[in-house]
């Protein structure tokens, strides 16, 4: 566990990753967050709307007038992972968010100093879709 981690939080942070996903406004980001929690149990993935610009909009096109770039809507999917999941679940969704089709996004995998699990009391019952 990092140095920088409080002693006060470190003794219930899990080491781990976060994979931060850039997703086209088309569903892709419901759809993956529907599958982390069926299929990986993961119940504490975020979602969050925002406007983008691709870089590749900055080069200049034939025709195009020398317009300014429009900015697009995108959905950032966030996701919090054990360190002995991270691979697997960086694959995971990259294969599942269709990032190899063109214009699927791009996913980012980054170091997190520790974070707390959310697990819900036995007994409760999952929402419906």
């Known amino acids: 566990m990092n140095s920088t981690v409080l002693p006060a939080i470190a003794q219930h942070a899990n080491a781990g990753a976060l994979i931060t996903c850039i997703l086209p406004e088309d569903g892709t980001d419901h759809e993956l967050l529907q ?3 069926k299929e990986k149990g993961i119940i504490t993935a975020n979602s969050q709307s ?3 610009i691709s870089i590749l909009s900055l080069l200049p096109k034939e025709g195009k007038g020398n ?3 429009v900015a697009e809507g995108v959905r950032i999917v966030s996701i919090a992972v ?3 999941q991270v691979a697997a679940m960086f694959d ?3 294969d599942t968010a269709k990032i190899d089709r063109p214009m699927g996004g791009v996913v980012l995998l980054g170091p997190l100093h520790g974070f707390t699990p959310f697990l819900l009391p036995e007994g409760v019952e999952d929402e419906q879709d």
């Open 35 to 37: 599958k982390l929690r």
């Open 50 to 52: 925002c406007q983008g």
């Open 67 to 69: 317009k300014a770039p």
């Open 82 to 84: 054990p360190t002995d």
């Open 92 to 94: 995971y969704v990259c």
